[in-house]
């Protein structure tokens, strides 16, 4: 499959000529390799052929394709759970990404089940990242998407993560709850952190944000006890529970069950740095940010290797419980735990 890029043209673009703004919006062609490309019939203004010269207007639709590219490889091991009208359950390897972006298009399990499962229009009902291994249920129609996106927007659906963590004392049961926030100390744009409102053993009395929050944050909470009060520390913040079991703990590491209550970007990830048990292999919340920088640029080191323990972060999506979106009935999945986890596990 031919990637294509598709954007509206912005105001400051009117009156611009094609090959101007494509050259100061996308400075890997300069204006002459913009030109070749324009000559070439790879750009489109709303559908139709243009001239390098064609002045841009407000709104416009610019598309084109862009050169092929080696992609990264992957792992397209690729198991199917169960299949019907409705749903798709897979489970992915820990080196495939779901969605393109970046890098990668063909390389995906979203270009996979285009060309081998002939999906046309679906949806990832839940997006795990391209290190995580483990469950993705696929919605094949708009109904059972917004079923499941409902059941999970209500918090009837049961997530379980397995992780393996950098600790040698892991509590053998703990519920955090607490605020993710851009990581502003951090070099990487993209990093969370996780700023904890409080961290108890499982089954004691639930934390809730004050009042004013609930609606916005917690949705549903109303009614819950509060017993304490926080307020976001910032705008974008995001409030995120999740409780940890130990499920096994082998010298300098453990095997731990998460269960996220909200489904927040990096939720796990980040609230176990935050607890002092970054995930093993985990290049941006583990040891080391920096291993996540060398990584980008292809630097990584046999030390570097040898700290991160495994080539991907060892975190793996066990397990679903919901609802039929079709017939109601309950959908219970766990999986066994990937092979290079148990191979490091066994290890010690």
Not at 257 to 281: D, S
Request: a neutral charge; one cysteine or more.
């Amino acid at each position: 499959m031919k990637r294509q890029m598709i954007f509206e043209a912005p105001e400051s673009a009117d009156g611009t000529a094609v090959a101007d703004f494509l050259a100061a919006r996308f400075p890997y062609h300069d204006r002459a390799g913009w030109c070749d490309r324009i000559k070439a019939g790879a750009v489109t203004v709303n559908g139709q052929p243009c001239i390098s010269e064609t002045p841009l207007r407000t709104g416009d639709r610019l598309s084109y394709e862009p050169d092929d590219r080696p992609e990264p490889p992957v792992d397209f091991n690729i198991g199917i759970i169960s299949d019907d009208d409705d749903l798709l359950l897979v489970n992915k390897s820990g080196n495939l990404p779901c969605h393109p972006g970046g890098r990668y298009f063909n390389h995906s399990l979203w270009a996979w089940l285009k060309k081998e499962r002939g999906l046309e229009d679906f949806t990832f009902v839940n997006r795990i990242d391209r290190e995580t291994s483990g469950l993705v249920v696929i919605a094949k129609n708009f109904a059972a998407s917004e079923n499941c996106r409902k059941q999970f927007s209500v918090r009837k659906v049961v997530k379980r993560y397995k992780a393996l963590v950098e600790a040698t004392d892991f509590p053998a049961e703990l519920e955090t709850a607490g605020w993710l926030v851009a990581d502003t100390e951090s070099t990487i744009r993209k990093k969370r952190k996780f700023i904890s409102v409080e961290t108890r053993p499982a089954g004691s009395r639930r934390y809730v944000p004050q009042t004013s929050c609930l609606q916005k944050f917690v949705p549903q909470a109303s009614s819950l006890p509060c017993p304490s009060v926080s307020v976001p520390p910032s705008a974008d913040a995001e409030w995120a529970e999740t409780k940890f079991r130990l499920i096994k703990q082998c010298g300098e590491i453990a095997l731990v069950e998460a269960e996220p209550h909200t489904g927040r970007l990096h939720q796990i990830r980040a609230t176990l740095l935050a607890l002092g048990f970054p995930i093993v292999g985990d290049k941006l919340y583990g040891v080391d940010e920096t291993l996540f920088l060398r990584f980008c640029k292809d630097t990584l080191t046999d030390a570097d290797h040898a700290r991160l323990r495994m080539n991907r972060q060892a975190l793996h999506a066990a397990g679903l419980s919901f609802r039929h979106p079709k017939f109601g009935r309950p959908v219970t999945v766990d999986l066994d735990l990937p092979d290079d986890m148990r191979q490091l596990l066994d290890s010690f």
